[in-house]
């Protein structure tokens, strides 16, 4: 028992008012006169009207009131104390009596609580006494409660209406005399019950020895067969069979094996990483070089463009000045028809040049070898050697 206890039990009996000052030393030694007191002065505190027996002196007495209060806790307070404990009036006494106070102290509080609550604010008031939904519960308690009434009500009703023939029956039993051989009929059914109960007892305990030494005999057995069984294993675990050098042997080339596979396929998998890196490197190059090809053959075209421009503006001034050579009259001279022949040939060599020109531009997917076909070098350079000082 705790020091703790005590004081607490000590205090919850100064705030009951106990009439006699309980201190913590009381309970040092065995007290039981003191614990008597306490235990009867709490019955007293819960039902006034409780007849208890108070004669504590001997031995028999202390035992019959100790199971008294222990029926009265049990059957009023549904409260379950240690007779043992109690008997015993010292310390451990205190934990059972503790039960028993901390009710009437509980009590005593939650009175106190709410005079005072009273007092100073009134009676409480909540939303739940307006709401009626919070009645819905005790309203379903309150019809159940009266179904059940009703029911003890009229069970009780039909067993008041055949109290009247069972009066007379209970009359007649009691005044009717007893009849000795009726008496020793009814004694002697029982005692032959009685004999075949045991009967039956004794085939039933002859019966278990007969299935226990039949357990009996299966477990040696079975024993036995543990017994042998352990010592197969321990002769089994003694030898050693004869593939365990070459297990051996293999598990170690095994681990040797299974290292090389597992840098093996590091590198691998990092040289197939190189790979793959190499390869997109190698894509955004050809991508790239595409994109210059692209712009070298639009840039190319442009040029050409410029040149059948320029090419164009210089057959329309040759035309002109053919025009103001016949109005003159020069045709007649032969040298001068050489001259205009050879321009005639000229413009119409360089009209061929650059009509097979126009045909390669139409076609916008044909590479920059296909336009340089259509132009070689050779008629370019003719065509500008043609084109000198002297024929302007």
């Known amino acids: 028992m705790s020091f703790r206890e005590l004081r607490n039990f000590t205090e919850m009996?100064?705030?009951l008012d106990f009439p006699r000052q309980v201190s913590i030393d009381n309970f040092r030694q065995p007290n039981f006169p003191l614990v008597a007191e306490v235990l009867l002065w709490v019955v007293k505190r819960i039902d006034a009207s409780a007849i208890l027996p108070t004669d504590i002196e001997d031995e028999a007495d202390r035992v019959l009131f100790v199971k008294a209060i222990a029926q009265f806790m049990a059957t009023k307070l549904h409260l379950r104390l240690n007779t043992k404990r109690m008997y015993e009036a010292n310390g451990h006494a205190v934990k059972e009596l503790i039960k028993a106070t901390s009710i009437l102290h509980t009590a005593l509080k939650a009175q106190s609580s709410e005079d005072s609550q009273e007092e100073i604010l009134g009676p409480p008031v909540s939303m739940s006494d307006f709401s009626i939904t919070d009645k819905l519960g005790e309203l379903k308690k309150i019809r159940e409660l009266a179904a059940d009434i009703t029911a003890r009500g009229a069970s009780l009703f039909e067993l008041l209406g055949s109290e009247v023939q069972l009066r007379e029956d209970r009359n007649d039993a009691l005044a009717k005399g007893l009849d000795i051989g009726e008496l020793e009929a009814g004694v002697r059914e029982s005692i032959n019950s009685v004999a075949e109960n045991v009967q039956k007892t004794i085939e039933m305990m002859d019966n278990i020895a007969s299935d226990e030494k039949q357990l009996e005999s299966k477990l040696k057995s079975r024993k036995e067969e543990i017994e042998r069984s352990q010592k197969r294993l321990k002769s089994l675990k003694s030898v050693r069979p004869a593939f365990m050098d070459e297990y051996e042997k293999y598990e170690a080339d095994l681990s040797k094996v299974y290292e090389e596979y597992v840098e093996k396929f590091r590198n691998l998998s990092f040289l197939e990483?190189?790979?793959?890196?190499?390869?997109?490197?190698?894509?955004?190059?050809?991508?790239?070089?595409?994109?210059?090809?692209?712009?070298?053959?639009?840039r190319m075209r442009m040029e050409e463009l410029r040149m059948l421009r320029g090419t164009g503006e210089l057959n329309g001034d040759l035309d002109d000045e053919d025009d103001d050579l016949d109005d003159l009259g020069l045709d007649e001279s032969g040298e001068e028809n050489e001259d205009s022949d050879a321009d005639l040939e000229t413009e119409h060599r360089v009209a061929k040049t650059f009509g097979g020109m126009d045909a390669n531009l139409d076609s916008e997917d044909e590479d920059s070898d296909d336009i340089s076909g259509s132009i070689?070098?050779?008629?370019?350079?003719?065509?500008?050697?043609?084109?000198?000082?002297?024929?302007?």
């Open 13 to 15: 009996l100064r705030e």
């Open 273 to 298: 990483q190189e790979l793959e890196a190499h390869n997109r490197a190698e894509q955004d190059k050809l991508e790239e070089s595409e994109t210059q090809l692209k712009q070298m053959q639009s």
């Open 376 to 392: 070689g070098e050779g008629e370019e350079d003719a065509v500008v050697s043609e084109f000198s000082d002297d024929d302007f």
